[in-house]
């Protein structure tokens, strides 16, 4: 009997059963001696998974409708008979040559009207019916040849959604969605409120994509599109979807969502059409941020995904990437391990690396790898070793995606695609209310106070939750106003940063006084914006200081717990609170400096009796407790200088070493314990 039909009798160890370990792997791009090199050397770092074919299209396909399969079926059979799963990818976020030239309508064109030549990835429209075509029929060839091999473990669909583009055949795709979404030009022009600026509308053939215009676009047309666009990525994924499941059926489906800074895409829509999700994180950082950086995007994705175990698609092993100082910076020695230790406590089921051979020459040829330039005798590729041998240690962790939380967090924030959408208009009273820094804001004061969160959208079962924060949500609909209410008078606590509520979900001001969606829940009505210049700040009572923002709040059934102490809104509340049912409402009506934040989110937490996972948590002392099938694991991560010495309870899951009493964690180290249930904290 063969190797492979050997495997396929199930020698292969099952899926899920240890820690996901690999990265990319791009055989296509070495000459196939090197492929026993590298089979050497993935042994040698107890690698378990390699992702193949995510930019192979080309490889696969060289001409139009002519497959050249043979050198990937070689790959998937080594890879089976090495005992390594295979993520395999459809190929279709870098589409061929002759897909350009063929089917010229199937390249992306700009808002300024410019179409983009092939030569990079990402030259697709995902409205052009040739490209999505084009993408269902490789995707049906893949999966109708490998869907039933023995290496394959999952289903990785396109690469980073996130491609947007205009043109004609983007306007017709666009009206189609409108017809959908209004039924008639009518509605269209009531809710774009398009006699303003002689907009309106008497034809559908009248309507293009927002694309360059002479001044201020109509903000709701604006916001469409991106809705549209979103939901144009969308089919993309659930096409392939539905072919692959249709062919392997009990094959598991995910895409990778690229985390944080993409917003062309719906996450939570994406997640309920995947069977896990993942992500890819490069945090940019090199100090203490990029650690909250970490954290931050391991709670997306376990948010995403339910709650649930979650894919690492791609971190890097050895870089660090500032775009802002257009560098790449070494990571120092350890950090690699310490970071994945970051992503397991959250939920991780392991970690992927983009990828495994750095290239000779490409556009990503100094990208980090897991085999450098330097090859095997490298620093880079020791700590691939020792991480390999890491993640068999705490092999315990490994289970695959089931309904158990991972995390039992008692604090959310709130995170959805249309508030991002919504502050990118550029007719707004500043430039300085973007989404992303707000809520990242609000997650990283909360990790320095040592407080553990998930993200959340509105229309989800808040009951599981004691707070729910609200750091951006300009626009908001009534059932969003509906569902906050409800959860505030069953005993929530609520709190809302500045601009929250001040118009509809279709981008139409409430009248009244601004916050309108949640003035009544606020106890609060906001009558004046006053922008602060970027250089200014606002001090209020309590000692805090704002900036960027401030407001002119009148309570109406609140009261304040910091007022302005300076500037024109001297006198006026800053900072309120109100009861609500057996809830409490809380309201920031500017941005709080970091510190600022920090003390008020510790107030607010402590006020709804939420307990950290470890009493000695923050503060850079990182404790996160996961939930599994096999009991409770308590992570205890430090990020400063400095060593911390701390109660513990339970075993270390590395030496077996019994602790009870004072445990000190080196500078930069960590510790997993395996808990007994009574060493877990109650829970408010």
Not at 606 to 625: K, M, N, S, Y
């Given at each position: 009997?063969s ?7 199930g020698?292969?160890?099952a ?7 690999g990265?990319d792997?791009?055989?296509e ?8 090199d ?12 390699v ?12 001409r139009?409708?002519?497959y050249?399969?043979?050198w ?8 089976a ?6 993520v ?17 309508d ?5 808002r ?13 429209n995902?409205?052009?019916a ?5 993408a269902?029929?490789?995707t ?7 869907g039933?091999h ?8 396109h690469?980073e959604?996130?491609t947007?583009?205009?043109g004609p ?14 039924g ?6 009531h809710t774009?409120?398009s006699g303003?600026?002689?907009q309106?509308?008497?034809a ?13 676009p ?7 599109f ?13 096409e ?14 995910t ?7 993409w917003?062309h ?16 994180h490069y945090p940019?950082?090199r ?5 909250t ?18 894919v690492?698609m ?6 660090i990437y500032?775009y802002?100082q257009?560098?790449?910076f070494?990571?120092e020695?350890g ?6 230790v970051?992503y397991?406590?959250?939920g991780?089921?392991?970690?992927l690396?983009f990828?495994?051979?750095s290239p ?5 040829f100094?990208?980090?790898?897991m085999?450098p ?6 620093r880079v ?6 991480l390999?041998?890491l ?12 309904d158990v939380?991972v995390?039992?967090?008692?604090v959310?924030?709130?995170?959805d ?20 820094p ?11 106070e040592g407080?553990n969160a998930?993200?959340?959208?509105l229309d ?7 707070v ?6 300009f626009?908001?609909s009534?059932a ?9 008078e ?5 709190a809302?940063?500045y ?5 509809d979900?279709?981008?139409?001001v409430?009248?009244g ?8 829940l606020?106890?609060?009505?906001v009558e ?6 970027p250089d200014?700040?606002?001090a209020?009572?309590?000692?805090s200081?704002?900036e ?6 009148q ?7 910091a007022?302005y102490?300076?500037g024109?809104?001297?006198g006026?509340p ?5 009861d609500?049912?057996?809830g409490?409402?809380?309201y920031l009506s500017?941005?709080?400096s970091a ?6 989110l ?8 939420i ?6 948590a923050g503060?850079?002392l ?17 990020h400063?200088?400095s ?38 904290a109650p829970?408010?």
């Amino acid at each position: 009997m063969s190797t492979i039909e050997t495997l396929r009798q199930g020698e292969l160890p099952a899926w899920g059963s240890r820690l996901v370990y690999g990265g990319d792997y791009n055989p296509e791009q070495w000459p196939r001696e090197v492929w026993a090199d590298d089979v050497r050397l993935m042994r040698e770092a107890r690698v378990n998974t390699v992702t193949v074919g995510v930019f192979a299209w080309s490889s696969l396909e060289p001409r139009e409708g002519e497959y050249t399969f043979e050198w990937l079926d070689e790959v998937m059979d080594l890879m089976a008979a090495n005992g390594i799963h295979v993520v395999l990818a459809t190929p279709t976020a870098s589409p061929p040559p002759w897909m350009s030239l063929a089917y010229p309508d199937a390249l992306p064109v700009t808002r300024e009207g410019v179409r983009l030549m092939h030569g990079s990835r990402d030259t697709y429209n995902p409205a052009s019916a040739d490209y999505r075509r084009l993408a269902r029929r490789i995707t049906r060839a893949l999966a109708e040849r490998y869907g039933d091999h023995p290496a394959l473990a999952m289903w990785h669909l396109h690469n980073e959604y996130g491609t947007v583009s205009y043109g004609p055949v983007t306007d017709a795709a666009f009206r189609i969605w409108l017809r959908e979404r209004y039924g008639d030009l009518e509605t269209l022009n009531h809710t774009w409120n398009s006699g303003f600026w002689s907009q309106g509308y008497g034809a559908w053939d009248e309507i293009h994509a927002p694309q360059a215009t002479q001044y201020l676009p109509n903000p709701v047309h604006a916001l469409d599109f991106k809705r549209f666009s979103a939901d144009q990525l969308l089919e993309c994924l659930i096409e392939q979807a539905e072919i692959v499941r249709a062919v392997s059926p009990g094959v598991p489906v995910t895409t990778n969502f690229m985390l944080p800074t993409w917003n062309h895409i719906d996450q939570w829509d994406f997640a309920a059409e995947l069977d896990v999700v993942s992500i890819d994180h490069y945090p940019s950082a090199r100090d203490i941020e990029g650690e909250t950086h970490v954290s931050f995007g391991a709670d997306l994705a376990r948010s995403f995904n339910g709650g649930r175990p979650w894919v690492l698609m791609e971190q890097a092993t050895s870089l660090i990437y500032d775009y802002a100082q257009a560098r790449l910076f070494a990571k120092e020695p350890g950090r690699l391990a310490r970071n994945t230790v970051q992503y397991l406590a959250k939920g991780a089921t392991g970690s992927l690396f983009f990828q495994w051979r750095s290239p000779r020459t490409g556009a990503e040829f100094f990208h980090s790898p897991m085999v450098p330039h330097a090859g095997e005798d490298s620093r880079v590729f020791r700590e691939i070793v020792d991480l390999g041998r890491l993640l068999e240690q705490l092999g315990e962790l490994a289970e695959p995606a089931t309904d158990v939380r991972v995390n039992e967090n008692r604090v959310a924030i709130v995170w959805d695609a249309d508030s991002w959408w919504s502050v990118e208009t550029r007719a707004l009273p500043s430039d300085d209310l973007a989404f992303l820094p707000a809520v990242r804001a609000a997650h990283r004061g909360l990790w320095w106070e040592g407080i553990n969160a998930d993200v959340v959208r509105l229309d989800a079962d808040l009951s599981g939750y004691d707070v729910v924060l609200v750091p951006s949500k300009f626009a908001a609909s009534d059932a969003e106003a509906d569902a906050l209410t409800e959860f505030a008078e069953n005993g929530g606590h609520v709190a809302f940063w500045y601009t929250a509520g001040s118009t509809d979900e279709n981008l139409s001001v409430r009248l009244g006084g601004f916050s309108g969606a949640f003035a009544s829940l606020a106890g609060i009505r906001v009558e004046e914006h006053h922008p602060l210049a970027p250089d200014e700040t606002v001090a209020l009572t309590d000692g805090s200081v704002g900036e960027a923002w401030s407001e002119d709040v009148q309570l109406r059934g609140a009261e304040s717990i910091a007022d302005y102490a300076s500037g024109p809104l001297a006198g006026r509340p800053a900072i309120t609170r109100n009861d609500v049912g057996d809830g409490v409402v809380h309201y920031l009506s500017t941005r709080l400096s970091a510190g600022d934040l920090r003390r008020h989110l510790a107030r607010i937490a402590e006020a709804a009796g939420i307990t950290r996972d470890h009493p000695d948590a923050g503060h850079g002392l990182e404790a996160v407790r996961r939930v599994g099938a096999h009991g409770t694991h308590l992570f205890l991560i430090n990020h400063t200088d400095s060593p911390r010495t701390l109660d513990v309870s339970g075993e270390d899951v590395l030496t077996g070493t019994r602790l009870a009493g004072a445990t000190t964690i080196p500078p930069h180290g960590w510790l997993v314990v395996r808990e007994e249930t009574e060493a877990r904290a109650p829970r408010a």
